[in-house]
């Protein structure tokens, strides 16, 4: 299980990095809202990695993503993590 997380993590970060490509120092909130839910449509619809090769069925990859994030691994929102450390009051 942890090589699978390892694949769908790796994908995730190819797929937020371009994301985060997409944005501007000067970005509105709602354009990156937008992405965010772009990142997420594509968890939800794309072409995803597979457990196994017998294994085909899409929830796997969704729910695994959902509990990546549920983990704080991975997130939709662009400026997700710097989000998420201000909630928990850590770095300011």
Known sequence: MDIYETR???????RF???RDQ????????EKRRLARELYS???TGDLQQI???VNEPSMARG???ILSDNQVVGWHP????RLMQLIGVGG
């Open 8 to 14: 769908l993590r790796e994908e995730w970060e190819i």
């Open 42 to 44: 594509w968890i939800e």
């Open 52 to 54: 196994r090769p017998q």
């Open 23 to 30: 944005m501007g120092d000067q970005t509105a909130e709602n």
């Open 64 to 66: 695994s993503y959902h």
């Open 79 to 82: 400026e997700f993590t710097q």
């Open 17 to 19: 990095e371009q994301l």
